[in-house]
């Protein structure tokens, strides 16, 4: 029996993602957003969503560019940080004591300690309400070596990517193996 | 160290959306879709991407809606499937033993046996390459009274959804709590 819980945003798992960005004076800022992912495979494109008060949006409008860099389950206490302060008033990276890279691709930086980042050109810009939606095109995916598996893959148990739960809003790992896609289904 | 793995689709973790659609003869379809999640706080949307090439994308066009059925963990083999067949020669509800339910609110189907649906009128496309974006406005969120704590929220435990790995194409499920969102960051 299904409850009607009117118009909300309940979808399950969120991704957490840091979005690297410069203000207009070059300081790097760093936001955490989990209203985005992946939206285009040829080019690929990422997609994340900004409301116009965040100090990150007229970065991304200036700039024309971002990145995303994906946080491990250990880095969560920074990764919640970055979605609490503003880079208005806070140089995120001083006050956590992470790095801040420039691309030698986009406009942007990234978080040097996180172990999986995106360097995203806008592409796309849709005004939907509250949020403002940011495609980005994928021009280099860098990562580090310790969540390669031995054939060079990302091995997602030493990723350790975080999941956020809308409504609780609550941080979980990545849990049990369940099947291989494009695959299980077959046997329907 | 960080290696470059060039513009790739990798990013962790995308959801598992089962996205229900009518044809032009009033056929329920349904397909699952990864490239996709939440855009927007107010109005509620979520944001789909889906090739051209596939049935539902003209289905979507032409009604201009769509609802997204998410799976929980034991229904991962049905979930794979719908990503599988193709609605234009399977019937991919009798197929599954699945039930097609029509929305009340939106020209579209949902599977009655997923925990959690959202209900969304088209109000956005984007074309960015190989995938189309459609952006939808929820216009309500049907919840199993099973997936739902003591206090009448989803609990995330209860409703087990799936995670897609991309690179790997392997399905997980939610792992370990870490920590309450905006919260924990303010211990940095």
């Not at 999941?163 to 046997?187: D, I, N, P, R, W």
Request: hydrophobic residues 40%; contains cysteine.
């Amino acid at each position: 029996m299904k409850t009607s819980f009117g118009p909300k945003t309940l979808l399950y798992p969120t991704p957490v993602l840091a979005v690297g960005t410069y203000d207009a004076n070059g300081k790097p800022n760093v936001m955490t957003a989990s209203w985005g992912g992946i939206c285009c495979s040829q080019p690929p494109c990422m997609n994340i969503s900004l409301r116009k008060a965040t100090y990150s949006y007229q970065n991304i409008v200036d700039r024309k560019a971002f990145t995303l860099s994906l946080p491990s389950e250990e880095q969560v206490r920074q990764a919640d940080f970055f979605g609490l302060a503003s880079g208005r008033d806070t140089d995120k990276f001083a006050a956590s004591g992470l790095t801040a890279v420039r691309s030698d691709l986009v406009d942007a930086p990234y978080v040097a300690e996180f172990p999986l980042i995106l360097e995203c050109k806008l592409v796309h810009t849709a005004e939907l309400g509250l949020h403002t939606q940011f495609v980005g095109e994928v021009l280099d995916v860098k990562i580090d070596a310790s969540v390669l598996d031995p054939e060079g893959n990302v091995d997602i148990r030493k990723l350790k990517p975080i999941l956020f739960a809308t409504g609780s809003k609550e941080y979980y790992g990545v849990g049990k193996f369940l099947a291989k896609a494009f695959s299980v289904g077959k046997e329907s």
